[in-house]
Nanobody
Framework: QVQFVESGGGLVQPGGSLRLSCAAS????????VGWYRQAPGKQRELVAT???????DYADSVKGRFTISRDNAKNTAYLQMNSLEPEDTAVYYC????????????????????WGQGTQVTVSS
């Protein structure tokens, strides 16, 4: 069972950028579809980006064109490059994944995930 640890959050001004990292334990990270999620205060956790085993990506409309998800299987790490950040992007960001034989995009809903890491706080404010 792979476990995921998020890092890279911080305080950034509107219009700024951050890159989040998601380090996975274990040796079969390449068999996982990986998603980045976020939870803003008072709101439900939401999926913002997904990357398949084959590198295909999908994004929530709210981040499309601003966020880029990627993965480096050799480093057991996934990333979320966030550009043009807005105050509405303020949230705790989490990564998670699901082992799959499929190479296709699989958008895993937050309620389909049993265990979460600590997440990393992203605050966009002037």
């Amino acid at each position: 069972q792979v476990q995921f640890v998020e890092s890279g959050g911080g305080l950034v001004q509107p219009g700024g950028s951050l890159r989040l990292s998601c380090a996975a334990s274990g040796s079969d990270f390449g068999f996982y579809v990986v998603g980045w999620y976020r939870q803003a205060p008072g709101k439900q956790r939401e999926l913002v980006a997904t990357i398949s085993r084959g590198g295909n990506t999908d994004y929530a409309d709210s981040v499309k064109g601003r966020f880029t998800i990627s993965r480096d299987n050799a480093k057991n790490t996934a990333y979320l490059q966030m550009n043009s950040l807005e105050p509405e992007d303020t949230a705790v960001y989490y990564c998670n994944g699901k082992r799959t034989l499929s190479m296709r995009i699989l958008n895993i809903r937050p309620d389909q995930i049993d265990s979460w890491g600590q997440g990393t706080q992203v605050t966009v404010s002037s």
